[in-house]
């Protein structure tokens, strides 16, 4: 993440952070005169300080949208107003509204002093805002900046570039500005790429890799209703602390799969004085059910891992539904059938590749005049033009010469 960003005009950008990436204050500058201080606290509160003045409290932003100062840059005493938001399923906040005259009724009046519709966005795919007559908040109210992926939105001097944590993103171009620090795991996309080019499926929730919204849906999507110590990190920890949102999100997940996250909820919901009976219940029925579903996964052999090698009935008797990988006969189905003595396609030799890995290599069809070790060397190429690790390679050739020793044995003249 940058720590000044600087203008032809001589204006400026100049960010804090602490020890672990943690954004702490955002400050701007017109020449050397300084604009305004943006303090960031990792509770979700913003405080902000114009110019010379005095330095108070602005957001307190939480789940559903935001508590907001309309009189962050006046001496008078602080009036709140709650916002709220409305996101699709990408997390993109497409609409801020509150209640002006508490009747319970979102009023649209078409009038900005007036409406209860605060702000409205509209989006490109890959983030650009929609330029169009939509609603807009007060005069001299800031919007909420949370808006793609809710995502912070810095476009102090036209700069118009998301915090995404590990890096800033530009959906002008919809590309990252800086090389992802995990690139070398995406070995068959540009290091710049934003959710693998597929922004409708998927997001990006710190700037390091894409995740797919029904997966997010499944892995981050508690009920309010959870209880418990062990849960996913908060969408004020992910805008505020991407770093250690990544490490709580992560120990979540490996808890969840392990059945310690259904068991936490349990013990919490049964001791819980404010939970019913029938929540109480239907915690021990899940923890029920997922003791079953680990004694069932006990039993099987170890799930199929990425670069894996084998037979293929092997592997796809192994391979779990979403979790990415296709499975590739090496060499190709069709040119083995014809020119490998005893091959079938069943149990042929086979590796466990990437989704994104494997459409991009090509597929032999049709007749087939070659050399088992001519179509092998092919596939092997193949491979590794399509970042397949040197060692994944030679480890699938290995594997073909033990099985078929006959078909790859060298000719000698």
């Known amino acids: 993440m940058p720590k000044l960003i600087t203008f032809s005009t001589g204006n400026s950008i100049e960010f804090l952070y602490d020890a672990i990436g943690t954004k702490l204050r ?4 017109v020449g050397a005169t300084v604009q305004y201080v943006q303090d960031y606290l990792p509770n979700g509160i913003e405080y902000r300080q114009t110019g010379t003045g005095v330095k108070r409290v602005e957001s307190v ?20 107003r709650k916002e709220y938001n409305f996101r699709d399923y990408l997390g993109n906040t497409r609409l801020a509204f509150t209640d002006r005259n508490a009747n319970g009724i979102v009023d649209i009046t078409g009038t900005a002093s007036t409406s209860d519709v605060l702000q409205e966005n509209h989006y490109y795919s890959f983030g650009l805002a929609f330029e169009g007559p939509w609603l807009q908040n007060d005069a001299g109210v800031r919007d909420n900046a949370y808006m793609y992926n809710s995502k912070e939105l810095h476009s102090d001097f036209g700069l118009g570039m998301y915090a995404y944590g590990a890096r800033y993103y530009d959906p002008v171009i919809g590309r990252f500005t800086g090389v992802d620090p995990i690139a070398d795991e995406f070995p068959f996309v540009t290091t710049f790429n934003y959710a693998e080019n597929e922004p409708i499926a998927n997001i990006d929730l710190h700037g390091l890799q894409k995740v797919g919204v029904n997966s997010l849906a499944q892995v981050v999507g508690i009920p309010s209703s959870d209880r418990g110590i062990i849960k996913p990190a908060s969408a004020n920890m992910r805008a505020s602390s991407p770093i250690k949102a990544g490490i709580k999100d992560g120990s979540f997940i490996v808890l969840d799969l392990m059945g310690v996250n259904t068991l936490d909820n349990a013990i919490a919901t049964w001791f819980d004085p404010n939970a019913t009976l029938g929540e109480k219940v239907a915690a021990v029925g899940d923890l029920a059910q997922g003791m079953l579903s680990n004694t069932k996964r006990g039993s099987n052999k170890k799930a199929v891992e990425k670069y894996e090698i084998g037979d293929y009935d092997d592997l796809q008797r192994r391979s779990a539904s979403g979790d990415g990988l296709d499975l590739h006969h090496v060499p190709q189905k069709k040119p083995a059938g014809q020119v490998v003595d005893g091959y079938d396609k ?17 597929t032999k069809k049709g007749g087939y005049e070659g050399t088992a070790r001519d179509q092998l060397a092919k596939d092997s190429k193949d491979l590794r033009k399509a970042g397949v690790p040197n060692d994944k390679v030679q480890g699938i050739i290995d594997y073909n010469k033990k099985k078929y020793p006959d078909s790859y044995e060298k000719e000698v003249n």
């Open 26 to 29: 955002k400050t701007t500058k």
């Open 61 to 80: 932003y939480h789940a559903e949208g935001r508590y907001y100062n309309t009189n962050v840059d006046a001496a008078d005493a602080i009036v709140w």
């Open 346 to 362: 069943k149990d042929g030799p086979a590796i466990a590749l990437p989704q994104k890995v494997h459409k991009t290599i090509p």
